[in-house]
């Protein structure tokens, strides 16, 4: 019996929920798989049998180099009572993978920053606008907040690429924006939050990992696994699990405990700051999460670390109005938080920024955005901003044109430094936050249970002559029995157990099993096939 027969067989006794498993864990797509022996053939393909040898613990691959099985190499379905041929030539072409160069150090210090750095991420999104690039962030828009932390802009990247998977980050009509996840995690405790990034990049096989060199523990216990691609090695250092090449203590107690060992040994943070006259907020210890969040939604960071600087301007806190923020609350959260009374520089923008709040405005008009004022000095300035050129403007008596989007205007005319609101067909202001939904994977949950699902299912809703040809003819190749439903002349369908005997000029010649006789059958009555 062949090796796509037997593997066929083992197939068709799974249930749907472990078949779905299975599709979601092949490399390639089956989706042109049409029943379970094309599944077969696909999963004894080069690219398919390395995928899962390469998952193999030494143990088994000692085994399956001596030509012998284990249940391990049958759950992998690499093999039935000894391994399949296929499994063997793939097996002595494979050869060990290259090892990654881990030089990037890491400790607590760099899991605190990275927090930083994403709560830095996500609130830059509200405030600019990012164009969405396949690497992830535009180099200059990486720079803007590698700036505020004293990075590379690569630095920056490698964490934003870490939002990315863990769900934090979207596109949005053609800018990234901050997703549903992303919002809850700014809530979550230090302890939740690392939990969350650790779980989205913990993609280590299973094995006990002690403090010591990664990559030798890995290959030790999976000798040919492919180490370049794991995720939690890219990212490692970045949360404090790795320390170049060298595993630290929390990566030794797995993913939920190596949140709770890293958010015990972070920095201690504290909600402590100085206002100064010069519109500058001190945060001279390690900022807390509320407190991030707070400075975040009315103040522009300018310095972030172990001490961290935060500067008051017009648009700061005309961003805090859009998005339902209050001065009052800016005044008591600067006030309690530093013990005194605010500097006269300070209550002077809170007190202009109140008064003009709302006298430059953009909405949408048909095909048109207008941006609206009754300063006409001021739209003549903004008429002639070379920054702007970008968004045609043109027109004059109180309002400008534009034929861009009035979101891709609002950032540009904040970028340039105009503080400018968006309002909605009532004249409403909109707040710039915007939340969004994860798209769904190509291959989702629902569209491999349904594959699952028809693969196993012995009904055919609509039967291809060529597959019906091709199910007969594979039969009478490798001697098997098939569950026939023909329809007959009166219209009535029934079904036959048949052995193909022979296959040609449009007919079907074989032995009835229930009535032990031989049958001739016209393939162009043979709506569905079972192979059996």
Not at 51 to 76: V, W, Y
Not at 178 to 190: A, D, I, P
Not at 359 to 384: C, F, M, P, Y
């Amino acid at each position: 019996m062949s090796s796509i027969l037997s593997l066929a067989g083992k197939l068709r006794e799974l249930s749907p929920s472990d078949l779905q498993q299975v599709l979601a864990d092949m490399v390639g797509n089956s989706a042109g798989c049409k029943d379970l022996f094309d599944l077969s053939r696909l999963l004894l393909t080069g690219r398919e049998l390395e995928s899962r040898i390469r998952k193999l613990p030494a143990k088994d691959l000692e085994l399956l180099a001596a030509g012998k099985s284990s249940k391990n190499l049958q759950a992998s379905y690499l093999a039935d009572s000894k391994p399949f041929p296929e499994t063997i030539e793939a097996l002595e072409r494979i050869e060990p993978g290259k090892r990654p160069r881990l030089d990037v150090a890491g400790g607590n210090l760099s899991a605190y920053e990275t927090m930083l750095c994403l709560t830095e991420i996500h609130y830059a999104l509200e405030q600019h606008w990012f164009d969405v690039m396949k690497t992830g962030l535009r180099a200059q828009d990486a720079k803007l907040v590698a700036e505020k932390l004293k990075w590379q802009s690569k630095d920056v990247q490698l964490r934003f690429r870490l939002g990315m998977r863990a769900g934090h980050f979207a596109e949005h009509l053609g800018r990234w924006v901050t997703t549903e996840v992303g919002q809850k995690w700014l809530t979550k405790t230090r302890e939740q939050a690392l939990s969350q990034l650790i779980e989205s990049i913990w993609d280590l096989p299973p094995v006990k990992i002690s403090e010591g060199p990664i990559i030798d523990q890995l290959l030790g216990a999976f000798p040919l696994m492919v180490t370049s691609n794991l995720a939690v090695l890219d990212f490692g250092p970045t949360l404090g699990l790795l320390d170049g090449q060298v595993a630290l203590k929390p990566m030794t107690l797995g993913s939920k405990g190596a949140a709770k060992e890293i958010a015990e040994n972070l920095p201690v943070a504290e909600d402590r700051l100085i206002v100064q006259g010069d519109l500058s907020i001190v945060c001279p210890s390690p900022l807390t999460a509320k407190l991030h969040k707070q400075l975040d939604s009315f103040a522009d960071s300018e310095d972030l670390g172990l001490a961290s600087r935060f500067r008051l301007s017009a648009l700061s806190l005309s961003h805090h109005l859009e998005t339902g923020g209050s001065l009052k609350d800016v005044r008591k959260t600067l006030a309690d938080l530093s013990g005194k009374s605010l500097p006269q520089p300070v209550e002077y923008l809170l007190s202009e920024v109140e008064a003009k709040f709302g006298r430059l405005t953009i909405a949408r008009s048909a095909e048109t955005t207008i941006v609206s004022s009754t300063d006409e000095i001021l739209l003549t300035q903004i008429k002639n901003e070379r920054a702007l050129n970008h968004l045609s403007l043109a027109g004059s008596s109180g309002a400008l044109r534009s034929p861009s989007s009035v979101e891709l205007c609002y950032f540009s005319l904040r970028d340039a430094g105009y503080a400018a609101v968006m309002l909605d067909e009532n004249k409403r202001i909109v707040s710039p936050r915007f939340t969004a939904s994860l798209a769904h994977e190509v291959q989702s949950d629902d569209e491999l249970a349904a594959r699952a699902k028809g693969l196993l299912s012995s009904e055919k809703t609509a039967a291809d002559p060529s597959d019906v040809l091709r199910q007969l003819e594979f039969a009478l190749k490798n001697k098997l029995k098939v569950q026939l439903k023909i329809e007959l002349p009166n219209g009535i369908e029934e079904e036959f157990l048949l052995t193909p005997l022979g296959l040609g000029a449009g007919r079907l010649r074989g032995r009835d099993e229930e009535r032990q006789a031989e049958r001739t059958l016209p393939v162009s009555r043979i709506k569905s096939v079972v192979l059996s």
